[in-house]
């Protein structure tokens, strides 16, 4: 019997430079699990940085190499799935030209992020023709690998229901004998949003992460300022693990003995927060460490990363010019002549 097809997944992170936990909790670590059940493709989204950032690219570069070097450290294997660079697979642009031929303006004005960031992001010009087009290469960067899953957080699922509205219209349009491309779903990341140091969503741009590569001596001391359940005042006072951003942190790295020691202790007054933060630094610092062995390799040796990347991209420059081939057939417009 032959195996069925293995479901595709296709996912992106724009490069921004190096990656928090929030961003392990709440996407790497679910990529990482995936690697083994499904085709997986995972795009370095350069290109989407421009989109806000557009005047200074000096950065750019720099940032892919480290959002690129925080995956391998957190555990994609180049064995197991294909990580590429937007920016050099040209079809990515070619097919976000088409698509944004059939995508009606409403559609575009109507995604709930184009307007709350265009209202809360101060200081950068988002009027430009890149930011309203956003979702729309986003879909071709899901679109051009025909992907069944896209592994995202919330704030992204509005993109991907984008998509398959993209994807309904352009098999409506042209796709009449065959549809070219899949509808894809979503895969909300189970886990439950992470907590910065100062208690609000872990935020690159609260000033309030923890790092994939932040050493020890740093985690423990960020964990030394963490807030806590802010009714625990004193050390007599009793607390409640459930509202505490310590507490979230144990609930996902601790095992079951310490949580057991938190929830007693903690709603008791029979431990204190020093020691309560001591041991959830404990369970961090057994998660980054081996994380941050892995990325020394690629540190050492940068050539070692970027072949990664290139021999990635080349794998995806041949998907996606095969999904471009069914494309150009299904409007007509490929170089056959009965076509
Ligand atoms: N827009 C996504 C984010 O900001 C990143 C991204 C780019 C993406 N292309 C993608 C995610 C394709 C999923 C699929 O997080
Ligand atoms: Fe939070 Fe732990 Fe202090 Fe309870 S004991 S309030 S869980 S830090």
Redesign the pocket.
């Known amino acids: 019997m032959t195996q069925p097809r293995k479901k595709r997944v ?5 490069s921004t430079g190096k990656l928090h936990l929030g961003n392990y909790v709440g996407a790497l670590a679910n990529w990482v699990k995936m690697q083994d059940e499904h085709e997986c493709y995972f ?1 370095v ?1 350069d290109w ?1 940085a421009l989109t806000t950032d557009y005047a200074d690219t000096s950065q750019v570069k720099q940032n892919s190499i480290d959002v690129l070097l925080d995956w391998l450290a957190a555990g994609l294997d180049p064995a197991r799935c294909v990580m590429f660079i937007q920016s050099h697979v040209p079809d990515h642009a070619v097919l976000h030209l088409l698509l944004s031929m059939i995508t009606p303006l409403g559609w575009l004005e109507r995604v709930p992020t184009y307007k709350e960031q265009q209202e809360n992001i101060t200081g950068k010009d988002l009027s430009t023709y890149g930011f309203l087009g956003y979702p729309v290469l ?1 879909t071709s ?2 679109l051009l690998y025909k992907a069944d899953f ?1 592994p ?1 957080g919330e704030d ?1 699922a509005a ?1 991907v229901e984008l998509t398959r509205e993209i994807a309904r219209r352009f098999n409506n349009f042209y796709g009449k004998n065959a549809p070219v491309f899949p509808e894809p779903q979503t895969v909300l990341t189970p886990a439950p949003k992470l907590h910065g140091t100062d208690g609000r969503k872990m935020s690159k741009s609260y000033g309030n992460t923890i790092m994939l590569t932040d050493p020890e001596p740093v985690v423990r001391q960020k964990l030394k300022t963490m807030v806590t359940d802010p009714a625990r005042v004193r050390r007599t006072d009793p607390g409640n693990p459930d509202v505490c951003p310590v507490g979230d942190l144990h609930k996902i790295f601790s095992d079951a003995t310490t949580n057991e020691k938190v929830n007693v202790g903690c709603r008791s007054a029979g431990i204190g927060c020093i020691e309560c933060k001591s041991w959830a630094a404990d369970a961090l610092v057994n998660i980054l460490n081996p994380m941050q062995e892995r990325r020394k390799k690629y540190e050492e040796n940068p050539r070692l990363a970027w072949d990664i990347l290139e021999n990635g991209s080349e794998q995806a420059r041949k998907n996606a010019g095969a999904t471009m081939d069914e494309v150009r057939d299904a409007m007509g417009m490929s170089l056959k002549l009965d076509g």
Do not use: E, K, P, T
């Open positions: 296709l996912s992106g992170m724009r795009c989204a989407h986003m960067d899901i896209v995202v992204q993109h």
